[in-house]
């Protein structure tokens, strides 16, 4: 059983930045994602990383401030997510997901994904 952990989340600024970790128990190859779940709203995906780097995927509206990152002894057992210029409408419970594939590109679909974290809170003062 692979363990998932996520980091890093708590309080900023609009404007603020944060950087979540993402650390798997095992070393595993697989493509890794953020999604993230609102208050009332659906788990979205806003990020994604293949294994080894070579595809990124960014939801519209994070593209530009959040960037998405592995560890950088290429283990890819760390996974990042350095959030910047933050704002209220990033208020949300952030997931890291792994998935079990590590070929191809990575999937925005969450169902392709079967180890999550148990999610970290990020909440965005105006």
């Known amino acids: 059983q692979v363990n998932v952990v996520e980091s890093g989340g708590g309080l900023a600024q609009a404007g603020g930045s944060l950087r979540l970790s993402c650390v798997t128990s095992e070393h595993i190859l697989a493509h890794a994602a953020w999604f993230r779940q609102a208050p009332g709203k659906q788990r979205e995906i806003i990020a994604a990383?293949?294994?080894?780097?070579?595809?990124?995927?960014?939801a519209a509206p994070v593209k530009g401030r959040f960037t998405i990152s592995a560890s950088a002894d290429n283990s890819f057992d760390t996974v990042y997510l350095q959030m910047n210029n933050l704002e209220p409408e990033d208020t949300a419970v952030y997931f890291c997901?792994?998935?079990?594939?590590?070929?191809?590109?990575?999937?925005?679909?969450?169902?392709?994904?079967?180890?999550w974290g148990q999610g970290t809170q990020v909440t965005v003062s105006s």
């Open positions: 990383l293949s294994w080894r780097g070579e595809d990124v995927y960014y």
């Open positions: 997901a792994r998935s079990g594939r590590y070929s191809g590109v990575p999937s925005s679909s969450g169902t392709s994904y079967g180890y």
